[in-house]
């Protein structure tokens, strides 16, 4: 089955820099776009970052964009989200995503703070 495993949330300060990764397993990860969504409390779960399959492009939404850098590593099946220049809205849970057969998956999450 398809699992999504999210790792390297931690506690940054203001301006920090901090990277996540996720470990696809269960299905064809060098044919699948994948993304990254976060949640911040009491909000909606949003889209955050996109890669297409061969990890060639990629799409950013705005508050992020020149900030965070999305990878995917399809030899180890690792997809990345490289976060610089922290500030405090982007506090959240972030969870890695994908679509197979017509399903969406998303991991379990991992936790970003930025505090001082």
């Known amino acids: 089955q398809v699992q999504l495993v999210e790792s390297g949330g931690g506690s940054v300060q203001p301006g920090g820099s901090l990277t996540i990764s996720c470990v696809g397993s269960?299905?064809?990860?060098?044919?699948?776009?994948m993304s990254w969504y976060r949640q911040a409390p009491g909000k909606e779960r949003k889209l955050v970052a996109a890669?297409?399959?061969?990890?060639?492009?990629?799409e950013y939404e705005s508050s992020v964009r020149g900030r965070f850098t999305i990878s995917k590593d399809n030899r180890r099946n690792i997809l990345f989200l490289q976060m610089n220049h922290l500030g405090p809205e982007d506090k959240a849970m972030y969870y890695c995503?994908?679509?197979?057969?017509?399903?969406?998956?998303y991991g379990q999450g991992t936790q970003v703070t930025v505090s001082s």
């Open positions: 269960g299905f064809s990860f060098d044919e699948a776009v």
């Open positions: 890669i297409t399959r061969e990890g060639y492009s990629a």
């Open positions: 995503h994908t679509i197979y057969h017509v399903r969406d998956y």
